[in-house]
Each structure stands twice: as structure tokens, then as C-alpha cells.
């Protein structure tokens, strides 16, 4: 059984739609972890050979991941997400400071 709705003020007999609010925009990473993703995927990429590859690991368009890797468009948590699983780590490992090779990640101490 169909049922017709009517908006109480009569909106819709005037012919007008209803007002839609703009979207909000929010930005979960800041701008030097964003920097920190844009490197990663670029590192990322080397690891695995080609872009294409890289999209195939996490699940995502190549041209997204290009997109972002070259600074068109900021990174998102999901999308570090899936560039830590790609790459065997964190999400804080891969968006935290940069560790010298020759110390200890954890630590920070040098070796021995």
C-alpha cells in the first residue's frame, strides 16, 4: 500500500524543495601528519612497483592514491589505515616522527 506524505508547512504544493544544508567538512589528520601519509604512500609505492599495485594492497582506485601521494587531495584515517596495513605497521609508527634507521624504533637508543 503507497502512502502520501505531505511536509506540514506545504512545501512541496508550492513547487520549492527544501533547504539542504552544506556539508561540514572536517580534517581528522593535521598538516604534518598528512605530509608524513603523502611520503609513505610515495615509499609505499617504490616497495611495491607501481601504483597499481600499491591500490590493488589497499583496496583503493589508483587514481586516489595518486591524488593524495601527490598533495591534490588530503589523506583521511581510513586511508592511513590501509597504507599501515600495506605496510606492516602502526598507524602511529607510520604518521609519528621519523626514527633514524640505526635506532631502535621503540627506544630511540642507537646500536650497539
Excluded at 609513505?40 to 609505492?45: E, G, I, Q, S
Excluded at 601527490?70 to 583521511?76: A, D, P
Excluded at 586511508?79 to 604518521?95: D, K, P, V
Aim: proline share 7%.
Amino acid at each position: 500500500m503507497l502512502t502520501v506524505v505531505r511536509s506540514p508547512d506545504g512545501e512541496q504544493e508550492r513547487g520549492r524543495a527544501p533547504k539542504r544544508r552544506r556539508p561540514c567538512v572536517t580534517r581528522s589528520l593535521s598538516d604534518v601528519e598528512r605530509m608524513r601519509l603523502r611520503a609513505a604512500l610515495r615509499n609505499l609505492r617504490g616497495l611495491y612497483g607501481t601504483w597499481a599495485c600499491l591500490a590493488e594492497v589497499m583496496g583503493m582506485p589508483t587514481r586516489s592514491i595518486r591524488a593524495i601521494a601527490s598533495g591534490q587531495y588530503g589523506g583521511s584515517p581510513g586511508t592511513a589505515m590501509r597504507a599501515a596495513r600495506a605496510a606492516g605497521t602502526t598507524i602511529e609508527r607510520l604518521l609519528g616522527r621519523p626514527v633514524a634507521a640505526d635506532r631502535c624504533p621503540t627506544c630511540g637508543r642507537g646500536a650497539p
